[in-house]
């Protein structure tokens, strides 16, 4: 053992307090609140402390400062010890800290980005690291840049699978810019977890992807130290095993179980235990100064279909993803390993150095997807829309972020064909509409998915579009605009007897209905409700007054799709047009397209069916 | 090098000749689609031939007999091989071979247990394993069993976290009947895999995890076959990483990029290449005898509770699966590392060995459960309805493998408090619902709630009940009765002039704002909409004709929950009453349920209001 000099040994001991009053402020805080997790908050206190006082460089008087570094909880419970940081940092006072949890204050029970450090919602385990991962990525791939990102984790949320695509794409992307700090407390939340204190499992499989990798006592100042040091030289992604006690510190609570997500019994008791309340104050690092950085814009022409022309929209997505990006430098892509499906390699081919192959790892994809929207990029993320479900976690706590994050899903619905049921997404619609403040998109066409390409880029927020397998007629002119929460009147007389509704591929069902149905002499009006959230109510609501009977028609599940959308829309009106909703209800197989959107009631006879019974 | 006796010699001719036939016809039936993965077969050929012929256990006459060892494909798409199989195996003709992938075959593009000898459908990557986790814990725990789960992985799939909250969970439960066969030829569907040919960061991070590790030439049978006996006799669970050649045998495409998922371009050229047709059987091994085995069946009382009494709904589903395990032995409970939460730990606490403790890993635990209930075990698997999110794609498919699956989301809605948003399920009615042949239950009290979880262990399928966290008082009388697909109207006179319907925690406030409303002589009528899906549209229509106006709320997003449910049922009966949602549609943040429900405009005196300016 290296011998401690006088001036190490005091330097600790002021670390020492450090800790203690982070122990003292997540007591404080979670007495305050009457809820909290203060012990998961006592366990990290010493790696926290050190990381503020010798090795974070944060201006917290300028978090918008690019070259600041991240500091991200993953374990997001442990929100009051990252308050306590906040008050060390002088950044908010003793009375906001005892706020916690109140309404309306920003220290919510898990952070948010309402508090202007924080970049991302944490709170469901397992995201903080996949998101991190973004940002570094961002750091090493785009911005050449210097600061580093700093996670702590739970020992606990190592059981989620998205750590483990986190550890690869780190170790697979050589990203020595991510340091993950793990707070081994050996407690989940009803008891120990699968290894307790017993490191080694772990540390082998973060070693095997590629990462350097410490074990630690999480408690001991000099070995932190030590550790961050290591971690930093280490020239790849370094994780840092420290074993710690749950609520360390206080005896009534220290490794013991039944004290997860509680304050503790005698709060006043325990602050004394650990020295009384402080208020010490940590001069953090600054950063130096952020580095200026060039991005590679390779020219594309803004991508234009004639009419007739039969085109499927996710190649549109494709061409029109380059072309963006062509003209927005912020523009980035990325592609769970189907980018020759989805056509994200449309992008990749254009501009490969904004373009990340996240392999077959949806969770990681759209965490990655989260964190570069951190750093101000604008990240399109697609794989088929069936796989995006893997991923909704990720989307919701992204939504609750505020993130900015655009969304793709291809080879949606009944009408991909032989692929059969596994590979279509029939929920999508359903499930990204469930998701606060986004927009779905669903384009029946080229040029109409190149305009909605160039929308999606320009709004903020979570927004997904999908598209189309096959090939389908171009139907509108190039340029033609189309904005997000409008519809689109493609069929229509004086006269209509009925309103046909689709989007996407049914659209094109409703035209040949349409057309089947004058033969008969009925007329049809069709609309191609190609923004379904926000959705157009006034052109539903007129087409409800005009004509006799609307039909919806979708590839998709009858629940919260398309037919829902326009049903909730007819119902707050009072509307007693009588709507008849065409969608899939039973299991599909495999087939040619048209059999199968024959089998589920969906083409335009079952269309041209359904009007008649409906008139 | 060991020598190789004639007689082995002889042997591995043969071996390579049925792998030979197993390319043939994955190359024919591909050809026939027009469509499908015979490159993704051909690299696996040679394992499958050789577990065909001299390891698996399995009665193909009989996929009925619990005996059967378990073969899961996880790489779904290598359909062809399984096909190919079947054909060898005497189960299917060459005839049936051919119609892969035909609208109306059963040999769909991925398997789905439409085929007897099919468990679970696969097809989206990464399940394959963790649901097989779920079979082997089966065999291990509950059935002493000596059947075996043999998964064939593709390489590419390792990418997805599920896949290692498998090898997690295996190697932590001792799964020594399971065995995974891994195919790594490199190619993922765009391109090479992140490793290629080296497994080594697999096979360590595999190990680490408590495995059995091989690593082979996986077109070697005498390899095959000396891993194959090998990881039988681990001890262990045993992964197997064979190295291949993606479109083995055919030098047009063998290691070729570019032909994932393609029919070859010469398949009768390929088929000479590969020395012709064949039609080799092999006479598969039987299983041993099905072993007996029991089911220690701790007697639970009934629960019932006083009407007045404040109980949550999560601790009654706690204590009504405690008891219907008592009268069902084949009732099993998984739960995410949160079931002191759930209350599932009441079921643990009197049934510990049909209990799984799955920690935080959302994806393995619904895995499981669609592993559990192939072998006839009911599986009931908690997690805080935000976290269950997170499996949302494991649903989605066990939907398609029509799997008998019962879960139950706590902590949903604003309602929870203090925690904030990222604890909050305001999404998971719409999810859910949007899942085939899914029933949605939201019940509002204690004895309604054990009610429903007998309905949920009667009935098959995806089944998804939502548990409030904060205790609300009993309303119905224990023993009342409660179907899928009913309601209750709570308050009626004749004379109602408007209809609040609610569910769960809002009912509450339903009836609160009904009270309040009478007292300015609005007389209200209050439905308990407990069933969202299937729903009670009679009763729904009957409140549209006798009442003038209708106001849903509910503790949820706006979007696909029970306000647009209600939308459909009179949206397509063309009622023209009017209906008032009332919903989430602002990010919630942290503040005591009371403050959260009034700042969502769902407490009772938003509802007083609602109807006030409706009427």
């Not at 952070?111 to 996949?130: K, N, R």
């Not at 033969?519 to 087409?543: C, M, N, T």
Request: hydrophobic letters at 45%; a negative charge; proline letters at 5%.
């Amino acid at each position: 053992m290296p011998q401690v000099t006088p001036e190490q040994a005091l330097d600790r001991e002021r670390l020492h307090e450090l800790a203690q009053q982070l122990r003292v402020d997540s007591v404080r805080a979670a007495a305050a609140a009457g809820s909290g997790h203060p012990t998961s908050s006592m366990s990290a206190a010493d790696l926290m402390a050190v990381l503020m006082a010798r090795y974070l460089r944060y201006d917290f008087s300028d978090p918008e400062n690019p070259a600041n570094d991240h500091l991200v909880f993953s374990k997001g419970h442990a929100s009051p010890l990252l308050y306590g940081l906040y008050k060390m940092a002088g950044a908010i006072d003793d009375e906001e800290l005892l706020t916690f949890r109140e309404f309306g204050s920003r220290l919510q029970g898990h952070p948010t980005p309402e508090i202007p450090w924080v970049d991302v919602a944490t709170g469901s385990l397992g995201q903080g690291l996949p998101i991190s991962v973004g940002m570094a990525l961002a750091g090493k791939r785009l911005e050449a840049a210097d600061f580093r990102v700093w996670v702590l984790c739970g020992d606990s949320e190592l059981a989620e699978g998205s750590m483990w695509e986190a550890f690869e794409q780190a170790g697979h992307s050589g990203l020595d810019n991510l340091i993950a700090i793990v707070d081994v407390n050996r407690f989940g939340q009803r008891g120990p977890t699968m290894y307790e204190w017993d490191t080694t499992s772990w540390a082998g499989r973060v070693e095997a992807c590629g990462w350097h990798v410490q074990e630690i006592d999480g408690h001991d100042a000099g070995a932190i130290d030590e550790a961050y040091a290591e971690a930093l030289a280490a020239g790849a992604p370094a994780a840092i095993f420290a074993r710690t006690k749950k609520g360390s510190g206080v005896a009534a609570v220290e490794d013991e179980p039944g004290w997860h997500g509680k304050p503790l019994a005698d709060p006043e008791a325990a602050v004394e235990e650990l020295g009384g309340v402080r208020s010490l104050q940590v001069e953090v690092q600054s950063p130096p100064a952020a580095r200026p950085f060039e991005v590679t814009c390779a020219s594309v022409e803004r991508p234009s279909y004639e009419v007739g022309e039969k085109v499927a929209t996710r190649g549109a997505y494709g061409d029109a993803l380059a072309w963006i990006a062509s003209v927005d430098e912020k523009v980035v892509a990325l592609d769970g390993e189907v980018g020759n499906s989805t056509y994200a390699e449309r992008f990749a081919a254009k501009h490969p150095e904004r373009f990340f192959e996240m392999y077959i790892a949806e969770q990681q994809m759209v965490a990655a997807a989260v964190g570069l929207q951190t750093r101000g990029w604008k990240p399109f993320a697609s794989s088929f829309g069936a796989f995006l479900s893997r991923a909704y976690d990720f989307v919701r706590m992204g939504a609750i972020s505020g993130a900015d994050v655009k969304l793709c899903g291809s080879h949606v619905g009944v009408s991909i064909g032989a692929d059969g049921p596994s590979q279509m997404a029939l929920e999508d619609i359903a499930a990204f509409r469930a998701v606060l403040d986004s927009v779905v998109l669903y384009p029946c066409d080229a040029n109409q998915t190149v305009e909605l390409v160039e929308a999606m880029r320009e709004r903020r927020g979570i927004t997904y579009m999908r598209t189309t397998r096959s090939a389908t007629p171009v139907l509108y002119e190039p340029g033609a605009s189309f904005e997000i929460g409008g519809s689109r009147t493609l069929r229509s007389s004086g006269e209509d007897a009925v309103t046909l509704i689709g989007a996407g591929i049914t659209l094109h069902e409703c035209l040949d209905a349409a057309e089947r149905l004058s033969e008969q002499g009925i007329a049809a009006r069709v609309i191609d409700l190609y923004s379904v959230k926000p959705v157009d109510a006034e052109a539903i609501l007129r087409a409800a007054k005009e004509t006799r009977a609307l039909v919806t028609v979708e590839d998709h599940w009858a629940e919260g799709g398309v037919g829902e959308t326009v049903a909730g829309v007819l119902a707050e009106a009072a509307s007693g047009t009588p709507l008849v909703r065409l969608a899939v209800t039973e299991r599909p197989g495999s087939g040619l397209p048209g059999a199968l959107l024959a089998a589920a009631g969906i083409d335009a006879e079952h269309i041209v069916a359904a009007v008649e019974q409906a008139l």
